[in-house]
């Protein structure tokens, strides 16, 4: 963790500026803070900055990666999903420079017949590149990867193609497109099975057969004054109550009841219009 106080910042547009105690918690707030007010035109520059300074780059990128990831849903909130996005793709490219080969942790040369194209720092192999996804449990993951692939190719400066394979933008291009309709498919499976599932969860309101008054007051005695182990047997605020009686009951002709009724039975200064002791449903003889 590389940080400075400001006074000995030499670059404040890149470095990470911490004031006080250099912590894992104020680094990570740090560069959170960073990537938010950084023009995301700088973040290459960002990236490299760091990577010089740091003593092992690959571990402080994967480490930055995870960050990010782990904090998606600041970025949802702050509406900067883009910045998430375009970081994370970042990284990536940056990882895929420090890497000898980026199709993947391959533990041994790969066959001339196996590579789609050269340039002049890393090959591209479809062979090893659909090997590689097949390790991947997720399908954006796989997505992602041959996306980043597929950009990685259009960039580069190709020195060879293979005679025969076929290219390797176009195998990239057919197995996203097959990847992507194959998850458009599961998601559509998902969402059936949670639809039948939410199907068999709903139930219609209960219909009770008895004044209004003295079915809330069932709910005054159980939250005012029935007790176990000095807790309200129902706990909750006056309006979880009034939510849950008014979302879960109708009255003992079908129809509706008043929120504003409910409410005010529940109130404690409101004995007026919760029923005389002969009609109240004494719960308490119950228990």
């Known amino acids: 963790m590389l940080a400075v106080p400001l006074a000995q910042s030499t670059n404040s547009d890149f470095d990470i500026i911490i004031e006080n105690e250099i912590t894992l918690k ?19 520059e960002f990236i490299n900055y760091q990577c010089n300074k740091v003593a092992d780059a690959l571990m402080w990128i994967n480490k930055f990666e995870e960050l990010i990831s782990n904090n ?3 970025f949802a909130k702050s509406c900067a999903l883009t910045r998430a996005s375009k970081l994370i793709y970042l990284i990536e490219k940056k990882r895929s420079e420090m890497q000898s080969s980026r199709v993947v942790e ?23 590149a659909k090997k590689h996804i097949e390790t991947l449990q997720e399908f954006d993951d796989k997505i992602f990867f041959l996306t980043s692939e597929l950009l990685e190719y259009e960039e580069a ?11 390797y933008s176009i195998q990239c291009e057919k197995l996203i497109a097959k990847l992507e309709r194959l998850k458009n498919l599961n998601d559509k499976r998902i969402k059936s099975k949670e639809d039948s599932c939410d199907n068999l ?10 004044n209004v008054n003295q079915f809330v007051d069932i709910f005054y005695q159980l939250h005012r004054e029935l ?12 309006n979880d109550l009034v939510g849950m009686i008014v979302n879960s009951f109708v009255d003992k002709d079908g129809n509706e009841i008043s929120p504003q009724t ?14 005389k002791p002969h009609k109240r449903l004494d719960i308490d003889k119950l228990l």
């Open 26 to 44: 104020n680094y990570c707030e740090a560069i959170i803070n960073k990537v938010f007010i950084l023009p995301q035109a700088l973040y290459p």
């Open 72 to 74: 998606e849903k600041l």
């Open 106 to 128: 391959i533990k041994y040369e790969t066959p001339k017949r196996f590579i789609n194209a050269e340039s002049e720092d890393r090959i591209f192999s479809f062979f090893e």
């Open 157 to 167: 400066e190709i020195v060879s193609n293979h005679r025969t394979l076929k290219d």
């Open 201 to 210: 969860l709903k139930t219609k309101k209960i219909q009770f057969n008895c």
């Open 227 to 238: 007790f176990s182990e000095g807790k309200p047997i129902i706990d909750g605020s006056i």
């Open 262 to 275: 409910v409410e005010t039975i529940l109130k404690p200064s409101r004995a007026d219009k919760r029923p």
